[in-house]
């Protein structure tokens, strides 16, 4: 059974930084691409960033540049360190994750868009909260 928890979520002010975790089990298969959403309230899930076993990653134009995505293989984790946040970056942020030919990566970075739909496996959510 595949099961993901996040962690590390809190309050933070414009200009800080946080860093958000996922550890993942029951994954049995080499290829699989864990990634990061967000929804704020009112709005869509939207899909910030991925990266797929191989190292390969993916940013929205909203965090690039901000937001670094890492896998820990031996840990069995994700991490999303988010630096410079904006209070616009408030939301909750889940983990997804699937087993998914390399193709499902390429086609995320050649369209620039992450569909949740794409991604079977979710975590419960962790809650970034940026404020002055």
């Known amino acids: 059974q595949v099961q993901l928890m996040e962690s590390g979520g809190g309050s933070v002010e414009p200009g800080g930084s946080l860093r958000i975790s996922c550890v993942t089990s029951g994954f049995l298969y080499s290829g699989n691409c864990m990634g990061w959403f967000r929804q704020a309230p009112g709005k869509e899930r939207e899909g910030v960033a991925a990266?797929?076993?191989?190292?390969?990653?993916y940013y929205a134009d909203s965090v690039k540049g901000r937001f670094t995505i890492s896998l820990d293989n031996a840990k069995n984790t994700v991490y999303l360190q988010m630096n410079n946040l904006k209070p616009e970056d408030s939301a909750v942020y889940y983990c997804?994750?699937?087993?998914?030919?390399?193709?499902?990566?390429?086609?995320?970075?050649?369209?620039?868009?992450?569909?949740?739909?794409?991604?079977?496996?979710w975590g419960q959510g962790t809650q970034v909260t940026v404020s002055s």
């Open positions: 997804a994750a699937d087993t998914v030919p390399k193709a499902f990566m390429t086609a995320i970075q050649s369209s620039g868009v992450m569909t949740a739909s794409d991604f079977t496996y």
């Open positions: 990266i797929y076993t191989d190292g390969d990653t």
